[in-house]
């Protein structure tokens, strides 16, 4: 059916259709096209300097090995949540279920001042690790940490509506075939929830990339160690170094463009199966 041409099923549709481009345009589209305008003056070779400066290079592989680390491990643990949200009911669930979406709602410079108090030396959990010589805060274990707390909520809620929907009966199928608990995971379960399970992990990584508030107070910030790519651009514009910052924030928008691809991609899979 034509939507467009039906009456009934979407009323003022110029109307509707005009008013989200017109959102989206300026909402989204014109503040992302300044970052190629500032950086079309730059020639290629400036654009590749800006981009490759030794302490940026360092901050690109804080960011990525942290986030990607991060995005496995709220991968497993969001799973494991995931399931049991979905398989089981039993008392405070709902309050569980709550706590899951926590992340979303509190400012991540709450978070990220909670998680440095709790992982500092002098802190809760930081007191206890610190007895065996390992420190967390102010180190990359401390930005993972963060990372995975702001992350595994994508991979819950992903994950989560899929194991609901499964069909009980493919499982006592394969029990009922002389499979185990675990074969029947790992056979039949795993492989119809692994693409929202995917999905939910390249979330999280997106996600994780981007992140600034929960990390620079956990982190450290320092030049070549712990020191965070969203964390460079806020530096370099306070130096007043446009180039520099609209060149990194360029590089960073194509891989999240191209991580959003990915991410749709993987729904449309999901769909289908």
């Known amino acids: 059916m034509n939507l467009r041409n039906s009456k009934n099923i979407i009323p003022g549709f110029n109307i509707t259709l005009s008013f989200t481009l017109i959102y989206l345009i300026i909402i989204v589209i014109l ?25 940026v290079v360092a901050a690109y592989k804080v960011s990525f090995f942290s ?16 399931w049991v949200l979905a398989k089981y009911d039993f008392y405070g669930k709902k309050i569980l279920d709550y706590f899951v979406d926590l992340p979303f709602a509190i400012p991540t410079a709450v978070s990220g001042i909670t998680l440095a108090a709790l992982y500092a030396k002098n802190g809760w ?4 690790f610190d007895k065996f010589g ?3 805060a102010f180190t990359k274990t401390g930005i993972i940490i963060a990372l995975i707390f702001v992350g595994f909520p994508f991979v819950v809620r992903t994950v989560e509506p899929i194991i609901k929907d499964l069909d009980r009966e493919l499982e006592e199928a394969s029990a009922s075939l002389g499979s185990n608990k675990f074969q029947t995971f790992f ?7 692994f693409p929202a399970l995917l999905t939910g992990i390249t979330t999280s990584f997106a996600r994780a990339l981007g992140e600034y508030g929960s990390v620079i107070f956990i982190a450290g910030n320092m030049p070549m160690m712990t020191e965070i790519v969203p964390l460079v651009i806020i530096t370099k514009l ?27 991609y993987l729904q449309k899979l999901t769909q289908r199966r």
């Not at 056979?187 to 929830?193: A, E, N």
């Open 31 to 55: 503040p992302l096209s300044g970052l190629f305008f500032v950086t079309a003056k730059l020639s290629f070779s400036e654009f590749i300097a800006n981009v490759t400066e030794p302490q």
């Open 67 to 82: 986030s990607f680390i991060a995005a496995i491990i709220s991968g497993v643990f969001g799973l494991i949540i995931a």
């Open 125 to 128: 959990i930081g007191s206890i």
């Open 134 to 136: 390992i420190e967390i």
């Open 187 to 193: 056979k039949v379960t795993l492989p119809i929830i």
């Open 238 to 264: 306070e130096q007043y170094d446009y180039d520099g910052a609209t060149s990194i924030a360029l590089l960073m928008l194509l891989i999240s463009f191209v991580m959003l691809l990915v991410i749709n």
